[in-house]
């Protein structure tokens, strides 16, 4: 079985643009959940998704928003970036709601924001 | 004070010896997971626990509920489980910060 994809690997972007990241979880799981991690704040939640619906969401700004998609595929967008959201960006998928099942994580995609 | 708490912050073995790593938590929680995040980037998970005891291989996994308390042991150690080794809660009952994470223990096990 495929683990979980995130596209791109790396993203180099400038200080006001907006970017789209793209996780593909394992076939079956219905939960894909992001996370940012950076060497200041360690890893923090973003948000889950679970059939297409938002279920919960971690404390960052409206700028960070995502999606799945019905073949629950994620996206996630962050506009007008910001030199502070350079990180490493993870997802990662579960059988079940976040409360249920083991993590399955991707491996990443180290965004630079110049 | 952060809702989860881990020691030590760093840790160096002997090939060989026992290893202790301790996760103390402040929030109700749903499970407890134990990550291991290897230079690169790249996670795995190791353990999802609400309650007892899990064993696996040479990890082991235990949590007391009452006391809000978890440990990861990892028996024989070897330098390949050099790594950062990360405690995170599931949060019961939170709409935000779903999902709360220590912020991790870096192991090195010299041969």
């Known amino acids: 079985k495929a683990g979980v994809t995130q596209t791109p690997r790396y993203l180099i972007k400038t200080r006001g643009q907006q970017v789209t990241l793209s996780c593909s979880p394992i076939s079956g799981h219905r939960s894909v959940s992001w996370y940012q991690q950076t060497p200041g704040q360690g890893l923090q939640f973003l948000f889950e998704y679970f059939s297409e619906t938002q279920r919960n969401k971690g404390n960052f700004p409206g700028r960070f928003s995502g999606r799945q998609f019905s073949n629950s595929r994620s996206e996630m967008n962050v506009s007008t970036l910001e030199l502070g959201d350079s990180a490493l960006y993870l997802c990662a998928s579960s059988l079940e709601i976040l409360d249920n099942s083991p993590l399955h994580f991707g491996n990443g995609t180290r965004l630079t924001v110049t | 004070k952060n809702e989860v708490e881990q020691s030590p912050q760093n840790l160096t073995a002997q090939e060989g010896e026992f290893i202790t790593i301790n996760c103390s938590y402040s929030?109700?929680?749903?499970?407890l997971h134990w990550l291991q995040q290897h230079p690169g980037g790249g996670i795995v998970s190791l353990f999802m626990?609400?309650?007892g005891k899990k064993k696996h291989g040479r990890l082991i996994a235990t949590i007391n509920i009452q006391e809000k308390h978890s440990s990861l042991h990892i028996t024989a150690s070897h330098p390949r489980d050099s790594a950062v080794y990360i405690c995170?809660?599931?949060?019961?009952?939170?709409?935000?910060?779903?999902?709360?994470f220590g912020t991790g223990t870096l192991l090195a096990v010299q041969p």
């Open positions: 929030v109700g929680i749903s499970a």
């Open positions: 995170a809660v599931t949060n019961y009952g939170g709409a935000t910060n779903k999902l709360i």
């Open positions: 626990l609400s309650s």
